[in-house]
């Protein structure tokens, strides 16, 4: 099985930055691909990047530019760096790793983004 504990998150004014981190655990082996994913109050869960074990990546327009996945083999971390952020970008953020057919998620991290 494999286990992911986000942190990272916290209060920042509009403009800041923010490193959010995936730590994963257990069978790390078997995952392919990790995601960030955020959700909003009232909102639906939303895709924002993703990086797979061989170095893509993408990302949601909305953070485009703004936003780096990264990975860290040693550590076995995957992390988002957000720049220029906006109150928009207000949500919890929660890691997603593609372990085989099923999908895992961590527990997330709040991300508050004051104007």
């Known amino acids: 099985q494999v286990q992911l504990v986000e942190s990272g998150g916290g209060l920042v004014q509009a403009g800041g930055s923010l490193r959010l981190s995936c730590a994963a655990s257990?069978?790390?082996?078997?995952?392919?691909?990790v995601g960030w994913y955020r959700q909003a109050p009232g909102k639906q869960r939303e895709w924002v990047a993703v990086?797979?074990?061989?170095?893509?990546?993408k990302y949601a327009d909305s953070v485009k530019g703004r936003f780096t996945i990264s990975r860290d083999n040693a550590k076995n971390t995957v992390c988002l760096q957000m720049n220029s952020l906006k109150p928009e970008d207000t949500a919890v953020y929660y890691c997603?790793?593609?372990?085989?057919?099923?999908?895992?998620w961590g527990q997330g991290t709040q991300v508050t983004v004051s104007s």
């Open positions: 990086i797979t074990w061989g170095d893509s990546t």
């Open positions: 257990g069978s790390i082996f078997n995952i392919s691909v």
């Open positions: 997603n790793a593609q372990v085989g057919p099923k999908g895992v």
